[in-house]
Every structure is written in structure tokens, then in C-alpha cells.
């Protein structure tokens, strides 16, 4: 008999909704009516789910365009399973899945493995990606229109960049030609010499080889140009640098088809923040300067950089627990993400309806899927938050199968306390 959802505070952008509201949402997992406080108790019938959301906000659910399953082929890591479950509980009702699992997401035979793995496990919504080429190895194009009729929704050659401008650039018209989005990770192979973190004075204090900025920056240069003379849409996945910020305000001013994301990890922590060898710190970009820190919040301020991502990273406790020199990169984020934006960004750098934009509508609107949105008509995909609710992140309490953290033990505020992905309560926060 549907769901209503009481004395909330409603933020919807895109349907200019900014107050207490009541939400009636209907069998079929669709927002039938939203009206004002009280208006739709006529509607609550016998076995009607009735939510009390006063004193809580009540958005729309949290997209996350850049997330690692690992299935198939690293399922000890993660798995759809668990990593949806994962990110239900940290308000997200879409992800996009990186293609680097084993083996790569190239073919649709091989994308058929982790689609059975979504139609069986999923609680949300799931969308893969597919590889720009064969193996990720540079040198032929994946069969990209295959993929996008068996269900990709981008493409991107995540976990490293193309390298040969020639293959980039054919990858680039075939997705443009496709109307897919290229999902683009901006590191210049020929410039790491085996950096491990930020090249600075904490990379020296600690004798670790350090990565430069200019190992994303040249790449995120070459990159938008090259899409631009061809048409694309190319979205800089996890930026890190000032200099990208930059670039990326220069492509929108000319008028091109560009937008980017940022990481919590890296609009809260600076390298400086490492304090010793802890393998948690270590993710690819690194952590960067203060300096940076500051670009990228302001990036997210004015709407530059107008996305929060988490390159969702899980590892096992025994991969993470090597020296930062020997350990994996990537860190978990997806239930930590909203915390760290309200605890780090909100009042300071946005208020709730410039944290939707981040989080919901503006990657609904790159995916083209309509959603980002509770307003009549739409699916019911939403969160019931308390932003001033206080409490310390406990690794040991994550639904993902990864601790790998480096914000184990630290006090945010900003808890996800109900998520319905279309229609249905996929998670609700245990008292």
C-alpha cells in the first residue's frame, strides 16, 4: 500500500523544493505525490509504511559515478553484493562500476558476468562500464557499440590512461558516435617512476618515492583538447590538483563538453596528514598538497568541479597492511562519503541543495537516466539523513568487505538513516 514519508525536510533542486514536506510513494516504487506537511494523511491506508522524518532531510539518492566491485575476478575484495550493500548504506542508489576487474569489462561475453553477478545481488541500481581497449592494454579498440547495447553506460580505461594519442583519440569518436561519456583516470605512465604519494616534503620525511602533479596534470591537459576536437563528453575522474581545477574551468568557459569529480579523501586530507608508513593513506592520485585541497573546495563552491565521486577502492587487510612502497592503491569510501561532505563542505563550502547538485542531480544528469530527482513522476530513489547527528567512523561496522580507511576513528557528523532505491527500503539504520 506504498509509503509515506512525514514532516521531512525536503531538498529537491531540480523541482525547486526547499521545506517540510510529506512524500507519498506508490506500489510501483514511483513519487506519486509530495505535498505539504499533513496534506497527504487521506492516503494512509491499512498496511501503508508510514516514515517519520521530522527534524531529518530527505534528498535524493546519492549517485557515485566511480566505484571498484571487483567482480568478477577479485571477489575476496568485493563483490556486487557487498558493495552495493555497502553503498545503500551510505545513501547511494546508483553506481558506476570501473571496468579493471578480471577479466576487464572489454567484450560483452566478459560484461555478461558482472551483469548476471547485478540482476542477482544488486540492491541498487548498478551500472557498468566498459573498457576503451581490448585487455586495457592501449592498442585496439574494446567492442564498444556491443557493450552499450548489452547495458554500459560509459566508458574508461580506469586504473590507468591511453597512452597513445592516436588510440585515445579513435576511442574518443567511437564514443562520441555511441553517445557514451569517457570517464577519464589522468595519469601519465612515462612521469610515475614508481611514486607511491604526493612528491613533497612528507614523501621525503617518510623516503618514499613521490608522484607529481604533473603526472595527472598532462594528461587531463591532452585529454579535454583532444575531446573537444572531436565531439566527446570526457568526465576527469577523482582530480586532485589545482592545475586540473584550472584546466577544467578553462574547457567550460570555451563552451566544451567536460565536467569532473572530486573525492572526499581528497577534499579532507593533505599528504601532510600522514603521519607514518600506513598503506590507508595511500591512493592513486595521492593525497596532495594544502594548497590543492583548498582548489578543489573552492572547485566544488563554484560549480567547476561539479561532482563528489569515491573511487571506491576495496583491498584485503592483508594487502593494506604493506608498506606504503608495496601496497595496492585505493581506499573505501562509499560509506564515509556523505559524512566527510557535511562534516568538511556544508556551510563552509555548500549548502544542501549545492551538496544534491554534487551528489545527485549533476551525475543524473550525465548519465541521462532521470533521476536525481523526487519530484512527481520520478522513481523513489532517496535518503532520510540527520546531518547533526555526531558519531565516530568504525571500520569494523562497513558492509563492504574493504576496512581499508584512513578514517577509521575520526568524528564526523551527518548519518544516513533510511535509503529506498526504486521504491524499497534497501537499508535503515539499526538503533
Do not use: W
Not at 544528469?365 to 520520478?378: A, H, V
Request: with cysteine.
Amino acid at each position: 500500500m506504498g509509503i509515506i514519508i512525514k514532516n521531512g525536510h525536503l531538498v529537491d533542486v531540480e523541482a525547486d523544493r526547499d521545506g517540510l514536506f510529506d512524500i507519498y510513494v506508490n506500489d510501483d516504487g514511483k513519487v506519486e505525490k509530495v505535498g505539504a506537511r499533513g496534506e497527504l494523511d487521506c492516503l494512509v491506508k491499512e498496511g501503508t509504511e508510514v516514515i517519520d522524518a521530522a527534524g531529518k532531510y530527505v534528498l535524493p539518492g546519492f549517485i557515485d559515478l566511480h566505484v571498484h566491485f571487483r567482480e568478477p575476478g577479485g571477489e575476496y575484495k568485493e563483490t556486487i553484493k557487498t558493495g552495493s550493500r555497502a553503498a545503500a548504506r551510505g545513501g547511494y542508489t546508483t553506481v558506476v562500476t570501473m571496468p579493471n576487474t578480471k577479466p576487464v569489462m572489454d567484450t560483452v561475453e566478459h560484461l555478461k558476468l558482472q551483469l548476471d553477478a547485478i540482476k542477482k545481488d544488486a540492491v541498487i541500481n548498478v551500472l557498468p562500464s566498459g573498457t576503451v581497449t581490448m585487455g586495457e592494454e592501449g592498442k585496439v579498440l574494446s567492442d564498444m557499440e556491443g557493450m552499450k547495447k548489452a547495458g554500459i553506460v560509459a566508458i574508461s580505461e580506469d586504473g590507468r590512461s591511453v597512452m597513445d594519442p592516436e588510440i585515445l583519440r579513435a576511442g574518443l569518436v567511437e564514443a562520441a558516435r555511441l553517445g557514451l561519456p569517457f570517464f577519464d583516470h589522468c595519469e601519465d605512465a612515462n612521469l610515475v617512476n614508481g611514486g607511491v604519494m604526493n612528491a613533497g616534503v612528507k614523501s621525503k620525511e617518510l623516503g618514499m618515492p613521490g608522484i607529481t602533479n604533473e603526472v595527472e596534470d598532462s594528461i587531463a591537459r591532452r585529454d579535454i583538447d583532444i575531446a573537444a576536437k572531436v565531439g566527446a563528453t570526457i568526465h576527469l575522474c577523482h582530480c586532485s590538483t589545482r592545475e586540473t581545477v584550472k584546466y577544467v574551468k578553462e574547457a567550460k568557459e570555451k563552451g566544451y563538453s567536460v565536467s569532473a569529480e572530486v573525492c572526499p579523501h581528497h577534499f579532507t586530507l593533505a599528504d601532510e596528514d600522514i603521519v607514518e608508513d600506513d598503506a590507508n593513506y595511500k591512493m592513486n592520485p595521492p593525497l596532495r598538497s594544502r594548497a590543492d585541497v583548498e582548489a578543489l573546495r573552492e572547485g566544488l563552491k563554484s560549480g567547476v568541479m561539479g561532482m563528489i565521486s569515491t573511487d571506491h577502492a576495496p583491498h584485503s587487510k592483508e594487502e593494506k597492511e604493506k608498506s606504503i612502497k608495496d601496497a595496492p592503491f585505493g581506499i573505501v569510501g562509499l560509506e564515509t562519503s556523505f559524512a566527510l561532505a557535511v562534516t568538511e563542505l556544508l556551510g563552509k563550502y555548500l549548502d544542501m541543495k549545492a551538496l544534491v547538485e554534487r551528489m545527485s542531480l549533476t551525475p543524473a544528469k550525465l548519465l541521462k537516466n532521470g533521476r536525481g530527482t523526487l519530484k512527481e513522476g520520478s522513481v523513489a530513489d532517496l535518503v532520510i539523513a540527520d546531518i547533526d547527528q555526531e558519531y565516530v567512523i568504525d571500520s569494523d561496522k562497513f558492509l563492504s568487505k574493504g576496512k581499508n580507511t584512513p578514517f577509521n576513528g575520526k568524528k564526523v557528523r551527518g548519518k544516513v538513516l533510511y535509503t529506498l532505491c526504486n521504491g524499497k527500503v534497501v537499508y535503515k539504520e539499526e538503533k
